[in-house]
């Protein structure tokens, strides 16, 4: 019996086999591109900028024609809310559309959370680990007749990933997003053959002497191109920077360096997706991009916020906006805890909206804020996260600002700037690589140069200063404003541009596919 159209599809599908796919290994995810499949649309769980990146580059990848897939949690309970789905919806969506290229692990550990660093992440990391160990590498990479390159993010992706995928000589491209790093005892890698992948394990020694497994430190051992979001913190890090081991461990700063003396660490800076741009952004009151009229549409998309966040409605209010978490070991969020009242009383005409989750299970900082908030009569305003009112955080914002201790990239200054915002920040890391000083003409500057304003010291008096800087920039008349945030919007879509960033992972793929081109 003759099969119509099998030809076709075999030759479809030897074309596929003859090409070399990337797995995307992350824990989190943002909005992922329709080309990943009728599944795609449901899934989005991120925590921070990580999640976005991932998004981004799947998004860039599959426009290119590249065998792009993504493994990453199912986080039921979340994609449930933000796609307002019951769970009897849910099932059904999952029962009936094929993932394709959609790789979800599931455990009863983490479907209930809404991100993946609450509840136990140890033990989050080892359901995650084992299933991509067990079934999700050897199942993409025979698809390609063994061509596969795996690109693993941060260290939840590493550990016993990384190790297998060195064992099996599969080509891997780590990504650090932060140098955080976890120690995963063992024994709760149950049903993974370890044994066999000790030799390309980290082991360090828990408190009683016991063997732990280094997650962050044996995904960069094992990986043959270890990628930082940054230059400069990867300067810092090689450079002895923050000897303080909560910032970087020893181990981890020692694989770092063995990898970039031998010329396999590189910085690729992070490029948002162009679903965050205010022009196709759907959670805005009103879009716009730099050919618009840029104050009024902040303003439109101001008074929508003020609604939503319970500040006071006032279209000619200066809206200072942290998106960040609320860590006070990186983010500086107790430096802000310890000025907003008297900044917002200070500057009258100045209100200030948090809106970010505390971190893991710490709810001490959301305690903190929301009593900052209440307090302040509709001046100050703080909210946990949720993606539609963050992104119209965005489009309403004069300045994006932070105040960290570190930082690898940072991806709050470019989605600000997009969206018409200055930016203001610590100059450390990627804030150091990413916020120029805005300086003027018309002030006696060679030309217009600058999208925000960095401060040096990490304590209350550098986010002050700071932060002030911002505030006397946008109490200029609208018309100078006008054209700097046109000029900044601009510049920002020429510098981070999605295209450039997809470049450079293409050409770090392609060294590891032997030169040979992936699409």
């Given at each position: 019996m003759r099969i119509f159209g099998w030809r076709g599809a075999d030759r479809d599908t030897m074309k596929k086999m003859t090409k070399t796919a990337i797995l995307m290994i992350s824990p989190e995810t943002g909005r992922?591109?329709?080309?990943?499949?009728p599944l795609a649309r449901y899934i989005s769980g991120k925590s921070g900028g990580m999640g976005e990146v991932v998004s981004a580059l799947?998004?860039?990848l599959t426009q290119r024609g590249i065998e792009c897939h993504l493994a990453t949690t199912n986080l039921q309970r979340r994609?449930?809310?933000?796609?307002?789905?019951?769970?009897?919806s849910w099932h059904r969506i999952r029962h009936r559309i094929h993932a394709e290229r959609i790789h979800l692990v599931k455990s009863s550990l983490f479907s209930d959370l809404t991100c993946i660093y609450k509840g136990n992440p140890l033990h989050n990391a080892a359901e995650f680990q084992k299933a991509?160990?067990?079934n999700v590498i050897i199942n993409v990479r025979s698809q390609y007749q063994g061509r596969l390159i795996i690109h693993s993010h941060d260290w939840m992706a590493g550990g016993a990933i990384t190790a297998y995928a060195r064992l099996r000589n599969c080509p891997i491209l780590h990504t650090v997003h932060n140098t955080h790093t976890a120690h995963l005892p063992p024994d709760l890698l149950k049903g993974v053959d370890?044994?066999?992948l000790r030799p390309y394990l980290f082991f360090a020694r828990d408190y009683v002497g016991r063997e732990i497994i280094d997650c962050q430190a044996t995904a960069i051992k094992n990986a043959d191109v270890v990628n930082f979001v940054g230059n400069r913190f990867l300067e810092e890090i090689v450079d002895n920077h923050f000897p303080d081991h909560s910032v970087c461990s020893p181990s981890v700063r020692q694989e770092i360096k063995v990898k970039y003396e031998h010329g396999s660490a590189m910085a690729i800076i992070n490029s948002p997706s162009h679903a965050l741009y205010p022009e196709n952004c759907t959670h805005l009151a009103r879009r716009f991009g730099p050919d618009d009229n840029i104050l009024e549409a902040k303003r439109e998309n101001l008074a929508e916020f003020q609604r939503r966040t319970g500040l006071k409605v006032d279209p000619k209010a200066i809206l200072l906006y942290w998106p960040s978490r609320l860590d006070p070991a990186q983010k500086g969020i107790h430096l802000l805890e310890e000025i907003a009242h008297r900044f917002v009383i200070d500057h009258g005409d100045v209100q200030i909206a948090i809106v970010g989750d505390g971190v893991g299970n710490d709810r001490t900082h959301e305690e903190i804020c929301?009593?900052?908030a209440w307090s302040s009569g509709g001046k100050i305003a703080y909210h946990r996260f949720n993606e539609s009112l963050s992104m119209l955080g965005f489009a309403a914002a004069n300045d994006v600002f932070g105040a960290s201790l570190y930082e690898p990239c940072g991806q709050i200054d470019q989605i600000g700037n997009l969206h018409g915002a200055t930016a203001t920040n610590r100059d450390t890391g990627g804030y150091h690589d990413k916020i120029e000083d805005i300086a003027l003409a018309a002030d006696g500057a060679p030309q217009d140069a600058g999208n925000g304003f960095l401060f040096r010291d990490y304590d209350t008096g550098g986010l002050w200063y700071g932060l002030h800087r911002s505030v006397e920039f946008h109490r200029r008349p609208d018309d100078?404003?006008?054209t700097q945030l046109k000029r900044i919007m601009r510049d920002a879509r020429r510098k981070y541009s999605l295209d450039r960033m997809v470049d450079e992972y293409i050409s770090a793929y392609e060294r590891l596919n032997g030169g040979v081109p992936l699409a």
């Open positions: 992922l591109p329709k080309k990943m499949g799947c998004e860039g994609f449930q809310q933000e796609n307002n789905l019951d769970e009897a991509i160990v067990n370890w044994e066999r929301g009593s900052i100078v404003r006008e």
